[in-house]
């Protein structure tokens, strides 16, 4: 087991619009003093800014696969007959 103590925690969801993305966890303020008001807002500052890089980083990976797919899409469409149904 561990010898950890928390002493003070502050949690900030990561959200973008209704979906929760994940949450940014600070423990224990050095020099054992609680949070502050203002640390709180520096976290949910940083906790925006990782979620637009989250936001991001999702939407560029879902770029990557939808050319991914084309471009396998493509490549069967250039060795394939391609026929024409109306005949």
Do not use: M
Not at 46 to 64: G, P
């Amino acid at each position: 087991q561990s010898q950890f103590q928390t002493k003070s925690l502050v949690a900030i969801p990561l959200f973008d619009q209704e979906e929760i993305l994940g949450a940014v966890e600070v423990l224990n303020k050095k020099g054992n003093q609680s949070f502050s008001q203002d640390d709180v807002v520096v976290l949910e500052l940083l906790a925006h800014h990782a979620s637009i890089a989250i936001k991001i980083a999702n939407l560029i990976d879902e770029k990557v696969q939808f050319e991914r797919k084309a471009a396998v899409a493509d490549a069967i469409a250039s060795i394939s007959p391609v026929r024409d149904l109306r005949q």
